[in-house]
Antibody
Framework: QVTLKESGPVLVKPTETLTLTCTVSGFSLSNARMGVSWIRQPPGKALEWLAHIFSNDEKSYSTSLKSRLTISKDTSKSQVVLTMTNMDPVDTATYYC??????????????WGQGTMVTVSS | SYVLTQPPSVSVAPGKTARITCGGNNIGSKSVHWYQQKPGQAPVLVIYYDSDRPSGIPERFSGSNSGNTATLTISRVEAGDEADYYCQVWDSSSDWVFGGGTKLTVL
């Protein structure tokens, strides 16, 4: 069974750095047909793509947030990590990790994690 | 940047057909995916590559894509179909893009 599960802090203070971990099971992050993205959703708002890591370790970032984001993976631990610096209350959202299987560019996000809610507040 | 435009809401009576549109410049040349999101839950893929259905998704869900509009069609709508629906594409200038979402209300 393929699953993804996000973990990280529930509450962060403004200006702090957020670190989120996506632990996957049922597939390998080294599989050439697999990639993982981070996607967020502020309360009551739409989905917003943040970052993607390909099987060959190539990375892609949202243009608007590129300066604040870093995505990485540890294949041996089956984990994908996202860091976001200089957190602000507008970054309050549910953060999801999701898998693309097959064509890692035009393919669909076929499996999603349950999401983790992050609140930014002092 | 590439923009996907969806109507904020669509209402339909049970048993009828709901059509949710997703507009984008020459979207017909791209692969469109659709997700269903119920309150408090993660999105679920319901249509991929314009018109393919993942296993477990009812045949009532179908998709099309041409010109500047992609459409998700839900036939014989049921109360359980009430949810937010998002379209998504990949674009070379914007990477992965989601539409603003459409709230489907079953009357």
């Amino acid at each position: 069974q393929v699953t993804l599960k996000e973990s990280g802090p529930v509450l962060v203070k403004p200006t702090e750095t957020l670190t989120l971990t996506c632990t996957v099971s049922g597939f390998s992050l080294s599989n050439a047909r697999m990639g993982v993205s981070w996607i967020r959703q502020p309360p009551g708002k739409a989905l917003e793509w943040l970052a993607h890591i390909f099987s060959n370790d190539e990375k892609s970032y949202s243009t608007s947030l590129k300066s604040r984001l870093t995505i990485s993976k540890d294949t041996s631990k089956s984990q994908v990590v996202l860091t976001m610096t200089n957190m602000d209350p507008v970054d309050t959202a549910t953060y999801y990790c999701a898998r693309i299987y097959g064509d890692q560019v035009v393919g669909a996000f076929d499996i999603w994690g349950q999401g983790t809610m992050v609140t930014v507040s002092s | 940047s590439y923009v996907l435009t969806q109507p904020p809401s669509v209402s339909v009576a049970p048993g009828k057909t709901a059509r949710i549109t997703c507009g984008g410049n020459n979207i017909g040349s791209k692969s469109v995916h659709w997700y269903q999101q119920k309150p408090g839950q993660a999105p679920v893929l319901v249509i991929y590559y314009d018109s393919d259905r993942p296993s477990g998704i009812p045949e009532r869900f179908s998709g099309s894509n041409s010109g500047n509009t992609a459409t998700l069609t839900i036939s014989r709508v049921e109360a359980g179909d009430e949810a937010d629906y998002y379209c998504q594409v990949w674009d070379s200038s914007s990477d992965w893009v989601f539409g603003g979402g459409t709230k489907l209300t079953v009357l």
